[in-house]
């Protein structure tokens, strides 16, 4: 039996679409983020095989390819992080309100 290998841009891809026929907010939410990630896989890789490695043998971006792989990866996680906090302070009413439910008082 092979092993099937799915890329979460093409699956994300596919989210996206099937959620614009249905109009399903969720979904379409859940396909950008994987095509988000998929995006970001990828230039993460191109950046450290090309300008990191020089998988190719051609320098193509010179020193500034040197630093690119570090400024992706800053780059990635401060979005990561606001994404993170925005979502916390989206949930954070609604699992303050069922904390307090879930509270005897004597």
Known sequence: ????HHHPFG????MYMQALRDRDQHALRTGRTLIFIGLMIFLIGFVLF???LG???RDYFGPVG?????????RV????LVRSVQR????LPAANL???RSRVIW
């Open 1 to 4: 039996m092979a092993a099937l």
């Open 11 to 14: 699956v994300g891809l596919g």
């Open 50 to 52: 090309e300008s990191i």
């Open 55 to 57: 998988i190719s043998g």
């Open 66 to 74: 040197k630093a690119a792989l570090p400024a992706l990866l800053i």
């Open 77 to 80: 996680g401060v979005i990561l």
């Open 88 to 91: 916390g302070r989206k949930t």
């Open 98 to 100: 069922a904390a307090s």
